[in-house]
């Protein structure tokens, strides 16, 4: 691993915007309200040709109480222990703060090395709080702009003797092959191209505000990596975890507990929204949490239903099981709810489970793995078209317009993740969908491809002698 980096400071002095413009992608959500950072992402951060692990972290309060500002507070500490380096950010227009002389003194005590960024100061607006900055005691600092890049190569130079030390107890510090130059925060691969294998299965966690997402990825982490509480919307990026399991690597995705659209009036729940949605789209396959005394409500069928039009995999996962009032029922009015609901996508798998105690948490990584290799099915082109010619003798496509037969002539996979499948017919745009309906229904049967989204595309056979006189 490269050398770490984490970025602290009190709320609203930039660290975000720091953390986007250095990782080189707008990652982290950006707001001019303070604490809209709660946990702590993590980033491949590239400055010229070094390379590092970024921290991006919450904005420090000074609580020590079981408050969710002393919470988030915490979530700093952990990262400044994985930290080779801090940068300390101040914004230089409002000047040196109290805060900011608090925090650097217990900065001093944690013995952490770090580096003073005054953020903010393009323009002559912040000179004045660049100069106050020599005050706080922590070397020069380096004046600086997230907004618009400037100070990098100051940053750069405080940040050699580091990457030099790194380089010296044998981690990898320099890129100079660019090995990570195309590096993305998903994969590639997750926008449903089966051209290579992923590096990592992408699996995110989706769901209503407080149905125990972050819990969850806590629980399958064994360790407090995400932010959690009684609080609902503690979640508001959509943070991604690299993990391996089993000989398996994952990349974790936990997300910001998704409501009605009508219900979202505050910007930055709007921003929180659009970055879980990003998140679904970019995943390969989707565990959509369920509280188990309020299953499958509009939300969450809303949920499922932009899952499955995205192609992703989806996996529903009923937590709180422990405390479930009446389990057969619950399981019951699901099963309903998914056959009248959700018909589109037949056999969706359903695990119970509590991601506080662990219960039933056990089934979720089979699951998944299992699911993931159902959406990367490849079926052969031979098996296929003896298929389509099955059905069709089982059940011809209905008749035309004029009363001309519609004719099903060659089918072949177009692509896997999700299986995308091309039928090439006469009269194509005259098939009703009970017919489409039921060839995916068939391609499930005889497949195996209960869970998964089946796309089915119809082509119009050409006719070789349309162009002939």
């Known amino acids: 691993m490269p050398f770490t980096i984490a970025i602290i400071g009190r709320p609203n002095v930039g660290k975000s915007t720091l953390f986007n413009r250095l990782v080189g992608r707008k990652l982290a959500i950006v707001d001019d309200t303070p604490g809209v950072t709660r946990d702590r992402r993590e980033g491949e951060g590239k400055l010229a040709e070094l390379k590092f692990r970024l921290i991006d972290t919450a904005g420090l309060e000074d609580v020590t109480?079981?408050?969710?500002?002393?919470?988030?507070?915490?979530?700093?500490?952990?990262?400044?222990?994985?930290?080779?380096?801090?940068?300390?950010?101040?914004?230089?227009?409002?000047?040196v703060t109290p805060m900011d002389q608090h925090f650097v003194s217990w900065l001093r005590a944690r013995g952490t090395p770090s580096i003073l960024v005054a953020n903010k100061c393009e323009g002559r607006a912040g000179e004045s709080g660049l100069f106050d900055a020599y005050s706080l005691g922590l070397d020069e600092?380096?004046?600086?702009?997230?907004?618009?890049?400037?100070?990098?190569?100051?940053?750069?130079?405080?940040?050699?003797?580091?990457?030099?030390?790194?380089?010296?107890?044998?981690?990898?510090?320099?890129?100079?092959?660019?090995?990570?130059?195309?590096?993305?925060?998903?994969?590639?691969?997750?926008?449903?191209?089966?051209m290579a294998e992923p590096?990592?299965?992408?699996?995110?966690?989706?769901?209503?505000?407080?149905?125990?997402?972050?819990?969850m990825i806590n629980r399958l982490l064994g360790e407090d990596r995400m932010l959690t509480g009684p609080e609902a919307g503690i979640t508001r990026d959509s943070i991604s975890i690299s993990w391996q399991h089993g000989g398996?690597?994952?990349?974790?995705?936990?997300?910001?507990?998704?409501?009605?659209?009508?219900?979202?009036?505050?910007?930055?729940?709007?921003?929180?929204?659009?970055?879980?949605?990003?998140?679904?789209?970019f995943a390969h396959v989707v565990v959509l949490v369920l509280d188990a005394d309020a299953?499958?409500?509009?939300?969450?069928?809303?949920?499922?239903?932009?899952?499955?039009?995205?192609?992703?995999?989806?996996?529903?996962?009923?937590?709180?099981?422990?405390?479930?009032?009446?389990?057969?029922?619950?399981?019951?009015?699901?099963?309903?709810?998914?056959?009248?609901?959700l018909p589109q996508v037949r056999g969706i798998p359903v695990i119970t489970c509590s991601a506080l105690t662990g219960q039933g948490l056990d089934k979720l990584l089979p699951t998944v793995t299992e699911t993931y290799d159902l959406w990367n099915t490849r079926v052969g082109t031979g098996d296929l078209n003896r298929w389509?010619?099955?059905?069709?003798?089982?059940?011809?496509?209905?008749?035309?317009?004029?009363?001309?037969?519609?004719?099903?002539?060659y089918a072949t996979q177009a692509k896997a993740r999700p299986p995308t499948f091309i039928v090439f017919c006469t009269r194509a745009t005259e098939l009703p969908d009970s017919y489409t309906r039921f060839l995916v229904n068939g391609l499930r049967d005889h497949f195996g491809l209960d869970g998964v989204p089946i796309r089915l595309i119809y082509r119009k056979s050409e006719n070789p002698y349309a162009d002939r006189k």
């Open 65 to 95: 109480d079981d408050s969710l500002e002393a919470r988030m507070r915490r979530q700093t500490e952990h990262a400044l222990d994985e930290a080779d380096v801090a940068l300390m950010v101040i914004d230089a227009r409002a000047g």
């Open 141 to 194: 600092p380096v004046a600086f702009s997230a907004e618009h890049g400037l100070g990098l190569s100051d940053l750069y130079d405080r940040l050699i003797p580091f990457a030099e030390a790194a380089a010296a107890e044998g981690t990898q510090a320099y890129d100079d092959e660019d090995e990570f130059a195309d590096l993305e925060e998903f994969n590639d691969e997750g926008d449903g191209d089966d």
């Open 199 to 215: 590096k990592a299965l992408q699996l995110a966690i989706v769901g209503r505000p407080n149905v125990g997402k972050s819990t």
């Open 248 to 281: 398996r690597d994952y990349r974790l995705i936990d997300t910001a507990g998704l409501r009605r659209k009508a219900r979202i009036t505050d910007k930055l729940e709007s921003l929180s929204t659009r970055d879980t949605l990003r998140a679904v789209r």
């Open 295 to 341: 299953v499958l409500e509009k939300q969450d069928l809303t949920i499922a239903r932009q899952v499955i039009e995205e192609g992703r995999a989806l996996i529903i996962a009923v937590n709180k099981w422990d405390a479930a009032k009446d389990r057969g029922e619950t399981i019951q009015r699901l099963g309903d709810r998914l056959q009248t609901s």
């Open 388 to 409: 389509l010619t099955d059905m069709q003798e089982a059940h011809p496509a209905p008749m035309g317009k004029g009363g001309k037969r519609i004719r099903l002539r």
